[in-house]
Structures are given as C-alpha cells and as structure tokens.
T-cell receptor
C-alpha cells in the first residue's frame, strides 16, 4: 500500500519568515495530494490540495509543489504569522477508488514565534 | 457548511468493555471514514464505508468493527477495549472521488481505556 513520509516533525520559525514542509510518497499511482491544518484541540481542515496533472498551486500565502518523478510534494508558507502555528498533515490518495482513501504523513508541528 | 458530529469529545472506559463511537454527517455524503490519531504517526485509517451497509478495512482494523445502517451515521465499535486503544479518534466524510470533494472531519473523540 501507499506510504507517506513527512519532514520535519517540528519546525520553528520567526514571524515573517517562510516555512517549508516536505512529503514523499511511495505509490506512483497516487494522484491527489491534500494538506490539512489542525489547530490545537480542533479538527483537521483542508487548506490546499493538488492533483498530479498540476505542478504547483497557490492560494495567497500558501503554495504546494509536486514532483511526480521524484514522488515528493511540499507545502510552502510565506510571511508566516502566529496564527499559522498548528500541526500540518500531508496526504496522498489514488482517485478512481470509490472510497478515495487517504494515506497521511506523520504531521509537522509548526511554531511561529512573534 | 458540512457538519460532521461525533457523539463524545471525551470518553473513559475500562479494559474489556465494548465501546461505541458514533459519527453523524448532515451533507448526504456517500463516504465515511474512521481514523485514529497518535503523536508522530499522523492519522491512520481504521475502516471506511462508501455506501450503506458497505465497509472496507483500512490500515489498522484489528480490534475494531464498524456499522453503517444509515447513510448519515457511521459507528466505530471496540469489541473488547484494551489500553493500547487509548487514542484520539476522528471521523470524516466526503462525496465520492469523482466529485473532487475533500474529506471533512469531526472534532474527534479522545478515548481513554483504563
């Protein structure tokens, strides 16, 4: 089955700096890659996703890049703010399955210091 | 807005008890999922269901079963609770993959087995 590895497990940045979280996946058939943000005590929420027919996607201060050849994808957060502090999860799945099963990475705890 | 409701935020049970975790969604989603979340391990899929009375094993189904008698409700059952099942349990729902809709999560149930 699919295996997703995520690095780093913790990341501390100064407010205003950029943060990058990287994930690798094992199944070359995976074609959908969402990113979820989970604030302390709250539910995971989708912040951005990318499909394998696209190499990069941006939404304001966040962007995701995908390298299908190397089987890795990354989340980039620019101009970080204290409210970006949370645990971020990457995931991968193969669309075409009725269940759209996601395999998650282990999570990255991002701390933005004011 | 999608609403996924888990019946309890916190639950304390004893070893050997049969435990029921309930999840209800109000958006007529076909797919429903149960995950457990443990530090450093991300979200791991226990079971999922893509239709009423249908269920599929995820990555870690041992010690669990599920029930989906109605489209809006997906129950996770710990047949005989053990201490290693102490964890955060998250329910999610989504439309089928062809609709390109993400998974929506509930707030989670923090389960402690004593």
């Amino acid at each position: 089955g699919e295996n997703v590895e995520q690095h780093p497990s913790t990341l501390s940045v100064q407010e205003g700096d950029s943060a990058v979280i990287k994930c690798t996946y094992s199944d070359s058939a995976s074609n959908y890659f969402p990113w979820y943000k989970q604030e302390l005590g709250k539910r995971p929420q989708l912040i951005i996703d990318i499909r394998s027919n696209v190499g990069e996607k941006k939404d304001q201060r966040i962007a995701v890049t995908l390298n299908k050849t190397a089987k890795h994808f990354s989340l980039h957060i620019t101009e970080t703010q204290p409210e970006d502090s949370a645990v971020y999860f990457c995931a991968a799945s193969i669309t075409g399955d009725a269940g759209n099963m996601l395999t998650f990475g282990g999570g990255t705890r991002l701390m933005v210091k004011p | 807005d999608v609403k996924v409701t888990q019946s309890s935020r916190y639950l304390v049970k004893r070893t050997g008890e049969k435990v029921f975790l309930e999840c209800v969604q109000d958006m007529d989603h076909e797919n429903m999922f149960w995950y457990r979340q443990d530090p450093g391990l991300g979200l791991r899929l226990i079971y999922f269901s893509y239709d009423v009375k249908m269920k599929e094993k995820g990555d870690i189904p041992e010690g669990y079963s599920v029930s989906r008698e109605k489209k809006e409700r997906f129950s996770l059952i710990l047949e005989s609770a053990s201490t290693n099942q102490t964890s955060m349990y998250l329910c999610a729902s989504s439309k089928p993959e062809y609709s390109n809709q993400p998974q929506h999560f509930g707030d989670g149930t923090r389960l402690s087995i004593l």
